[in-house]
């Protein structure tokens, strides 16, 4: 679909220009097409425009469409996890960017498949979002010694929804520091920055993002 390419090509730029104010090269920050509610027709037409990564954000809507689509595609897991559902992720997704509790953590690593992990982290204290308190990811962490199956790889969150980014850049810049913080207290080499959507990623982009999720810019809004 030409709009699509047409949003593609200019999310892309938006991805370079901030990427250059940052000192960053804009190879360095993937872009993860959100999928939520697009059809795979729409997800082939990006696929065709050059996109690899995809996020999803609800287990029963992704397997109806992961199933269909060539499998050279990178799929993420973006959204809360539930855990009658988490038997399904392994063979469907890379990527797990919502690891909120030991739960999910246990689960995951039991089904001995590899997979990619990020953890989510709600830095905002908004009640409806999902996501672990600080302590409660280093709680996590003191047992990644003990994982054989899955990797943690980073580091996830949703800043507030604003249209005026810069109020929210502190966000990016906590998620960054604790990166930062919690590789030095647990000996880690997590590289992985999850952060920034439609609305804000340019000044994510500049605080760290190495993984843009975007949606709306590239797909319309939602019904």
Known sequence: ??????????????????????????????????????????????????????????IQEARGKIETLPDTLCWHMIGHLQMNKIKYVPRLFDYVHSVDRQEVLDGLEKLGKPLNLLFELNLSGEPQKHGAAVDGL?????????????????????????????????????LRRLLEEVNRQFSLEMKELSMGMSSDFEVAIEEGATMVRIGTAIFGERI
Do not use: C, W
């Open 138 to 174: 280093k709680r996590m962490l003191e047992t990644v010694s003990s994982l054989r199956n899955v990797k943690p790889v980073g580091l996830m969150t949703m800043a507030p929804y604003t249209d005026k980014p810069e109020e929210i850049r502190h966000i990016f810049v906590e």
């Open 1 to 58: 679909m030409t709009m699509i390419s047409d949003q593609l090509e200019s999310v892309r730029d938006r991805i370079l220009q901030a990427s250059l104010k940052a000192g960053r090269r804009a190879d360095d920050v993937r872009l993860v097409a959100v999928s939520k509610k697009v059809d795979a027709d729409r997800i082939r037409s990006a696929a065709a425009a050059g996109v690899r990564d995809f996020g999803e954000n609800y």
